[in-house]
């Protein structure tokens, strides 16, 4: 079994980076400048944004993070939107989800300009993903192509069960796997809680990839040996021998699943740093693509 490390591959995304960074300064072009905007004061949330920001300094981009109470207003949240889409400086933004019950997720995500929108959720910029044209791909499934393709794992004719049909991971990458391309070409199954004999299912697959947010739902008995598993859940859960009380689990029984594998990602550790990454490759690319 080998361990993906996300951590590792993420550090040298980001060191390249730095170094077109610095290229684009001696040249005198433009510094990257990503705004975080978050609302409300959900730990976990907090938690990305930070490690967001952090990784803008490590790459030597700008950043501005913009933080609203739980109270503001749809109409508030949408001003700052078109603040942010008419500022020169700002280059790419995000609206970190989820937002609060009073606010229309899928208005503020539209009034997004979608050269702007480097985590690619803009229904313009997910129409051109799924056409395979150029645009930003939201950062999850474009970090866990980064880490198969780092890996050099074959993908090409294998059969792939993605497990959670979510806008923001399961079907963006079920389109991006299936495509013909490198990592891409497999034979994807996109399961979901309707799916008929999980069990069956994932037992069929080369790469499973669990995305629905339920701590260790993947279990060894729904796993083929030899199998590529990547883990995408991020869940807290309380854990009163860790000092602030809680830890993340993941949607794979990594103690068990993990002998039977032949590439795993840890969580945390796997697919969460390589989402950061992929979010500085976008905000880069949000310059190159206006070619500033
Ligand atoms: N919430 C969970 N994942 C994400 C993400 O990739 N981007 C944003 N904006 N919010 C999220």
């Known amino acids: ?40 004061s959900d730990g976990g949330s907090l938690t990305y944004v930070a490690n967001k920001i952090k990784a803008c300094e490590e790459c030597g981009f700008k950043s501005t993070l913009i933080q609203f109470e739980e109270t503001i207003s749809e109409q508030e949240l949408l001003d700052k939107v078109q603040e942010l889409n008419n500022d020169p400086e700002i280059d790419g933004y995000i609206v970190q989800l989820p937002l609060p019950k009073h606010i229309d997720e899928e208005k503020i995500l539209m009034a997004v300009n979608p050269l702007k929108d480097v985590d690619g959720f803009h229904p313009e910029n997910v129409g051109k993903m799924a056409l395979g044209l150029p645009t930003f791909v939201s950062a999850t499934p474009a970090g866990i192509l980064e880490l198969l393709k780092h890996y050099r794992i074959e993908t090409e004719g294998k059969n792939c069960v993605i497990v959670g049909r979510s806008n923001i991971v399961g079907s963006p990458l079920s389109i991006l796997l299936s495509k013909n391309t490198n990592p ?11 799916t008929r004999n999980l069990k069956e299912v994932c037992l069929k697959a080369d790469i499973i990839i669990a995305a629905i947010g339920r701590p260790n739902f993947i279990t060894a008995e729904m796993v083929r040996e030899g199998a590529v598993v990547i883990d995408v859940g991020t869940t807290r859960v309380t854990d009163a021998t ?3 009380g809680w830890r993340l689990v993941g949607d794979v029984d990594f103690e068990n699943v993990a002998p039977k594998s032949s590439y795993i990602t840890p969580v945390p550790g796997g697919v969460g740093p390589m989402t950061i990454a992929s979010l500085m490759i976008n905000t880069l690319k949000s310059l190159e693509l206006r070619n500033l």
């Open 242 to 244: 860790r000092e602030r």
């Open 1 to 40: 079994m080998i361990l993906l490390d996300g951590k590792a591959t993420a550090t040298k995304v980001k060191s390249d980076i730095a170094e077109k960074v610095k290229e684009r300064q001696a040249n005198g072009q433009k510094i990257p400048h990503l705004a975080a905007v978050i609302v409300g």
């Open 184 to 194: 891409g070409n497999c034979t994807v199954t996109l399961a979901h809680s309707k």
